[in-house]
């Protein structure tokens, strides 16, 4: 797929960059070419394909222990609030 000159500046438009006259066709050519791969990997036959969760087979994403390394210091915190019931942080209502 090319893209046309009008989109590309609408899509610089909606990028907020502004590109001089000389660019245009070189984005135009560059960004032509990076709808095509993409357009060429939906193609693909992915139909047999497990999803992976490393790209390494039998590795894992190693992850820490899920234990708790802070003590609970909510009351610490809530000393400064203006208003505060039963743990929670109380605030003016601003919808009517």
Request: glycine share 6%; aromatic share 4%; hydrophobic share 45%.
């Amino acid at each position: 797929m090319s893209l046309t000159r009008a989109q590309i500046e609408s899509i610089a438009h909606l990028a907020r960059l502004e590109l001089e006259p000389a660019e245009i066709p070189v984005y135009q050519e560059s960004l032509s070419r990076i709808i095509d791969l993409v357009g060429q990997l939906d193609r693909a036959d992915t139909a047999g394909v497990a999803p992976m969760a490393h790209p390494l087979p039998g590795l894992t994403q190693r992850l820490r222990p899920d234990a708790v390394t802070e003590q609970d210091q909510h009351e610490l915190y809530q000393a400064g609030a203006p208003q505060v019931a039963a743990g929670l942080y109380l605030v003016p209502k601003v919808i009517e």
